[in-house]
């Protein structure tokens, strides 16, 4: 027999379909966006959003994205000698001004390709870390199955390759969870430090970071023929959104589409946070036969719930056995909790015991009866 406790919960939850906001909430002056709650797996908002464009110094993300991502898992550390090759340095475009032959520590090189996506920056990074370009491509290709990213690459800077608003959420939604894209995506003015002392500075062309509230990164693009891109993330009270914006005609409109679309958000939604790994769902639960009487229940990942300000009450049923029967592992489910609105489940949380309650032994069983006859004689 299972147990269901109803507590009404005065939140609400985000119903609305996928782009049901409508674009006229959005400047016009851009000819795409898209915005993500990463981990939801869908577009909050979204205009052209799977259809491929022009993206200018976007194309170099999934190859930031990669390096980050080994230099966050060791592969590459940020004190090892990097070996600029005539290749690398001829890269046109925004450059770290790295010259044929010249050796320099991984960590700067970082700085410049999340900070000013320098092309020569990348490509050192990619031959050195991976033994060659070719190598290195295959990698990026790589993380962009493990997103889901569809797009094939002509080399490791995506020369004249087009990503959809879609894409390129998928690809900031990844970047938020890489510390070392973090590390340097936030910051607004830096230098490397070349051999010989010689140094070169480092502008952030993402004003956001200094001019929007939460905002730590992540990158932005601009060509002439292709306007202005930019992928940016902002953070408040718990939540992170991811915003996309192409084809901007000014850098200025590429900002203002950006805000406009996280104003709306924060605007619009607010998170609740139900539960983390090992935080206590239930308190007390009852326990037959075990060593001990009662065991709280706990979560073992994160789960919460994205708010619309003008939904409905959302109601949560425990669905747990009455009392639980031992032996208990922490590591095996014991029941669920179910979130539902207007009767529709949104969300299951599996909860499992806070400890591992063994069987009751004879002993055991006679020193608690000797325990709770004292206890009722004394």
Same mark, same amino acid.
Request: a negative charge; charged letters at 20%.
């Given at each position: 027999?299972?147990?269901?406790?109803?507590?009404?919960?005065?939140?609400?939850?985000?119903?609305?379909?996928v782009?049901? *906001?409508?674009?006229?909430e959005? !400047?016009?002056?851009?000819?795409?966006?898209?915005?993500? &709650? #990463?981990?939801? +797996?869908?577009?909050?908002?979204?205009?052209? +959003?799977?259809?491929?464009m022009?993206? @200018?110094g976007?194309?170099?993300?999934?190859?930031?994205?990669?390096?980050?991502?080994?230099?966050? !898992?060791?592969?590459?550390?940020?004190?090892?000698?990097?070996?600029?090759? $005539?290749?690398?340095?001829?890269? #046109?475009? $925004?450059?770290?001004?790295?010259?044929?032959?010249e050796?320099?520590? @991984?960590?700067?090189?970082?700085?410049?390709?999340?900070?000013?996506?320098?092309?020569?920056?990348?490509?050192?990074?990619?031959?050195?870390?991976?033994?060659?370009?070719?190598?290195?491509l295959?990698?990026?290709?790589?993380?962009?199955?493990?997103?889901?990213?569809?797009?094939?690459?002509?080399d490791?800077?995506?020369?004249?390759?087009?990503?959809? $608003?879609?894409?390129?959420?998928?690809?900031?939604?990844?970047?938020?969870?890489?510390?070392?894209?973090?590390? *340097?995506?936030?910051?607004?003015?830096?230098?490397?430090?070349?051999a010989?002392?010689?140094?070169t500075?480092?502008?952030?062309?993402?004003?956001?970071?200094?001019?929007?509230?939460?905002?730590?990164?992540?990158?932005?693009?601009?060509?002439?023929?292709?306007?202005? @891109?930019?992928?940016?993330?902002?953070?408040?009270?718990?939540?992170?959104?991811?915003a996309?914006v192409?084809?901007?005609?000014?850098?200025?409109?590429?900002?203002?589409? @950006?805000?406009?679309?996280?104003? &709306?958000?924060?605007? !619009?939604?607010?998170p609740?946070?139900?539960?983390? #790994?090992?935080? =206590?769902?239930?308190?007390? *639960? #009852?326990?037959?036969?075990?060593?001990?009487?009662?065991?709280?229940?706990? !979560?073992?990942?994160?789960?919460?719930?994205? &708010?619309?300000?003008?939904a409905?009450?959302?109601?949560?049923?425990?669905?747990?056995?009455d009392?639980?029967?031992?032996?208990?592992?922490?590591? =095996?489910s014991?029941?669920?909790?179910?979130?539902?609105l207007?009767?529709?489940? =949104?969300?299951?949380?599996?909860?499992?015991?806070?400890a591992?309650?063994?069987?009751?032994? *004879?002993?055991?069983?006679?020193?608690?009866?000797?325990?709770?006859?004292?206890?009722h004689?004394?």
């Amino acid at each position: 027999m299972r147990r269901f406790l109803s507590i009404v919960l005065t939140v609400f939850i985000l119903l609305l379909p996928v782009g049901s *906001w409508g674009e006229e909430e959005i !400047s016009p002056k851009v000819s795409g966006y898209c915005l993500v &709650l #990463p981990g939801r +797996g869908e577009a909050l908002l979204e205009k052209k +959003g799977t259809e491929p464009m022009a993206v @200018a110094g976007l194309r170099k993300l999934p190859a930031v994205l990669t390096l980050c991502r080994a230099f966050d !898992s060791g592969l590459i550390q940020e004190t090892a000698g990097m070996q600029v090759s $005539p290749r690398a340095a001829a890269i #046109p475009g $925004p450059t770290a001004f790295l010259e044929s032959g010249e050796r320099i520590e @991984a960590g700067e090189l970082l700085k410049a390709a999340v900070m000013i996506s320098a092309g020569d920056a990348i490509v050192t990074l990619g031959e050195n870390a991976f033994g060659s370009e070719s190598v290195f491509l295959n990698n990026i290709q790589v993380t962009l199955r493990e997103l889901g990213v569809d797009r094939t690459l002509p080399d490791c800077l995506g020369t004249d390759t087009l990503f959809s $608003p879609l894409d390129l959420c998928a690809l900031g939604a990844a970047a938020v969870k890489s510390e070392h894209f973090c590390r *340097w995506a936030g910051q607004y003015r830096e230098h490397i430090v070349h051999a010989g002392g010689r140094e070169t500075e480092l502008v952030n062309a993402n004003r956001m970071i200094r001019s929007y509230s939460g905002c730590f990164g992540l990158m932005t693009g601009s060509q002439k023929e292709e306007g202005y @891109a930019g992928v940016f993330a902002v953070k408040r009270q718990e939540v992170t959104y991811v915003a996309a914006v192409i084809g901007a005609k000014s850098s200025e409109d590429r900002f203002a589409a @950006a805000g406009a679309l996280f104003d &709306l958000a924060f605007a !619009s939604f607010s998170p609740m946070r139900l539960a983390g #790994p090992g935080e =206590v769902v239930a308190e007390n *639960w #009852p326990v037959l036969s075990g060593d001990r009487d009662r065991v709280d229940l706990v !979560s073992h990942e994160d789960a919460a719930l994205l &708010l619309s300000k003008q939904a409905g009450q959302v109601e949560r049923q425990m669905a747990v056995p009455d009392a639980l029967s031992a032996p208990l592992s922490p590591e =095996v489910s014991v029941g669920e909790a179910i979130y539902t609105l207007a009767g529709e489940e =949104v969300l299951r949380l599996s909860l499992y015991p806070a400890a591992e309650v063994s069987l009751k032994t *004879w002993p055991e069983l006679l020193r608690r009866i000797g325990q709770n006859y004292l206890r009722h004689t004394g």
